[in-house]
């Protein structure tokens, strides 16, 4: 009988490994599954690439199956708390596990989520015991971008010239350079991160060496020490309302999410200069109850009026002309805080305070869309979170309240109908006067404040290989925005996507997606309705070694009194891996639109820990070659040349930015040294 239990399970294992080997995913696939091609045009790029930094870390360093914790699997967005118990149960059962194979014997993983576990897990059949510091945990890569043609801000200017107009001229080179080191071990992890962009200065002009510098030490416990940080960090708590960092921004992103990836403390290891704390965090957990401490003390970017008070904050993290290094570290900000929080396995409460204080007043500038926004030295905010998961029902939400009175409420409803379906409710309601100063959740007006809005999606399996998720989300804005003098406004998005699997490794994709807003114009006395209509068609050919992906887009625009926008860009990507440590990738992109507002994005190949996402507009084409090889058991090269050609233009950009020719190339190198 014995004998017999042994070969059904080996049969077993056999069968599973073949599935999972056979329904191959590589990280381009699921970075386009899991973000939209059109960013939200208050979301950064740089937030977005820092959750996508995180992940590639743990991409390319995965979490052995073996001795994972339920905290690292967290860190994995599409991932449910009850996934993630699931999981960890059948391993407990069977350790050690042999294959990554066995995770279709978990049935309550579906297909999809197996085929990205596959991305961010390893099987060493040996268990390791879990140590401070590991073999083979530290990575040094650098990169340097080599623009090969030149734009106006590096060009030679007259002394009478720069005194005339002194930001015309770049005070640093072409060149962008970036530095990272990386040590990561099951318990402690610790790094420093160094960049300087094109443009500004490298050894001059008081950087001693790069622009930007981030360093943080973080380590876990499964003792009293929950989690702890030192240096560069980021916390969230609850849904964001009063302190929140984490996964991107948009809807599919939200629908896709099956809990708060970024819940507690993280580590703070990209290049964004922005988004971040530093100083010291540590939480203590006893049982179910976890306290969580923090204090931060920082230097902001600030465009100052008068030299006395702060009208706004840079996003970007420039410092490549004069004016824009005046902006750097122009003021200080204190922030202390505190959370609370009671887990179990049904229920969920917790309670966070968050005090900000900066050395300088923040004072607006005096439109009436600004009347309620930040202003002035010292904020407090106060909120309650609470959750509720049973059976195939998860209910999470946080209540906030800011120092003048104003509120804040999110609320979401999950129902798993089985393993890949699910139903999605998402409440939001931000008083205009709500302030928070570190808030980052849901919205789709850029910040967490003016705004009302429910959002309703579903995912399906419709059968074994079809997958289909789409969203509506209806939003209105109380008081008056940027785009709308008067108020109130409104507006909608849809989202539509159908996934079809074929059995020879190849997929389907048809999304679309639409956009209403309203935005006032001259001669209406009511703010008009403009549509945005954006289609994605696309065809992923697979197999060990190649990639093939075919897709078509296209985007209308719909203002009223106006003609109609329109673009389109056809794309094609090639990826070739003929062994573990290389890796050659193309893409080819031809587009055509009538102007900005009809941009397009398009997933390229990329060195590591680098955007993907260009944006295509006007009429032109973009080409990419990347080529990875690996040599010996540490080093791995990067070598990317790119080269991007307009059809209806003499020149590309404009001010400092502007090329004086139809066509730019540039050369990226990367170098990665692991031991």
């Known amino acids: 009988m014995r004998l017999l239990k042994i070969y059904i399970t080996s049969c077993l294992m056999v069968c599973a490994t073949t599935f999972v080997t056979a329904q191959t995913i590589t990280w381009e696939d699921f970075v386009e599954q899991i973000t939209a091609e059109e960013f939200n045009e208050e979301e950064t790029q740089s937030e977005q690439q820092q959750t996508l930094d995180e992940l590639v870390e743990i991409h390319q360093q995965p979490f052995d199956i073996n001795s994972v914790d339920s905290l690292d699997l967290l860190r994995l967005p599409f991932l449910s708390g009850k996934e993630i118990s699931a999981l960890l149960r059948y391993r407990n059962k069977n350790a050690p596990l042999l294959t990554l194979g066995e995770l279709q014997l978990i049935g309550s993983l579906s297909g999809t989520t197996r085929q990205y576990l596959s991305l961010f897990l390893k099987c060493d059949p040996i268990k390791q015991k879990t140590k401070w510091f590991a073999t083979n945990a530290n990575e040094v890569a650098t990169r340097i971008d080599v623009p090969l043609y030149q734009r106006a801000g590096y060009r030679s200017y007259t002394a009478k010239e720069l005194a005339h107009s002194p930001n015309k001229a770049y005070l640093g080179n072409a060149l962008y350079t970036s530095l990272r080191y990386r040590y990561n ?55 964001g309302l009063v302190i929140g960092t984490g996964y991107m921004n948009n809807g599919l992103s939200v629908l896709m999410s099956k809990q708060n990836a970024s819940e507690g403390i993280r580590k703070h290891s990209s290049t964004d200069e922005v988004n971040y704390l530093r100083g010291a965090a540590t939480s203590l957990r006893i049982g179910h ?75 607006p500038s005096s439109q009436r869309y600004n009347r309620y926004r930040m202003r002035g030295k010292t904020f407090f905010n106060v909120s309650a979170d609470y959750g509720l998961h049973y059976r195939n029902i998860s209910w999470n939400g946080e209540v906030a309240t800011s120092q003048k009175g104003g509120m804040a409420m999110l609320n979401t409803l999950r129902y798993t109908l089985g393993f890949s379906s699910s139903l999605f409710l998402l409440q939001r309601a931000y008083s205009f006067r709500y302030v928070s100063p570190s808030s980052y959740s849901y919205t789709t007006g850029g910040s967490v404040q003016n705004e009302q809005g429910l959002m309703i999606g579903t995912t399906l399996r419709l059968y074994k290989q079809l997958q289909f998720t789409g969203y509506v989300d209806v939003y209105r804005f109380p008081w008056a925005t940027f785009r709308v003098a008067s108020a109130p406004s409104e507006g909608f998005r849809g989202f539509v996507q159908i996934v079809q699997q074929f059995r020879k490794h190849g997929t389907l994709l048809l999304r679309y997606q639409v956009k209403c807003w309203q935005q006032d114009l001259k001669k209406h006395t009511q703010p008009a309705r403009f549509y945005r209509h954006t289609v994605r068609t696309q065809f992923t050919q697979a197999t060990d070694k190649w990639s093939f992906v075919s897709a078509l887009n296209g985007v209308l625009g719909l203002a009223p009194n106006q003609k109609n926008q329109m673009g389109w860009a056809v794309s094609e990507r090639i990826s070739y891996k003929p062994r573990k440590q290389q890796r050659l990738a193309a893409m080819f ?15 390229e190949p990329n060195v590591l820990y680098a955007s993907a996402f260009p944006t295509c507009y006007y009429h032109g084409l973009r080409c990419v070659a990347l080529g990875t090889v690996g040599m010996g058991r540490h080093f791995e090269v990067s070598a990317r040349y790119t080269l991007t050609h307009y059809f209806d233009r003499e020149t590309i950009g404009s001010g400092t930015q502007q090329i004086f020719a139809p066509s730019k190339n540039d050369l990226s190198f990367q170098l990665r040294y692991t031991f």
Not at 212 to 226: E, I, P, Q
């Open 185 to 239: 071990s099951p318990r402690l992890q610790y790094g420093i991160t160094a960049e300087k962009d094109a443009g500004e200065p490298f050894f001059a002009k008081g950087n001693t060496t790069f622009d930007a510098y981030h360093f943080y030490l973080f380590g876990k416990t499964s003792g009293l020490l929950h989690t702890w940080a030192l240096g560069d960090y980021r916390v969230h708590f609850g849904q």
């Open 289 to 363: 109850v976890k306290l969580t401490a923090l204090v931060s003390f920082r230097k902001l970017d600030a465009t100052l009026r008068g030299d006395s008070v702060v009208s706004s904050f840079p996003k970007n993290g420039y410092h490549r002309t004069p004016l824009e290094w005046s902006k750097k570290n122009n003021i200080r900000q204190l922030t202390l805080g505190s959370n609370l929080k009671w887990n179990t396995r049904l229920f969920q409460l917790g309670a966070t305070a968050m005090y900000h204080s900066f050395d300088t007043p923040i004072v």
């Open 589 to 603: 992109a031809y587009f055509h639109t009538d102007d900005y507002d009809t941009r397009i994005y398009i997933y």
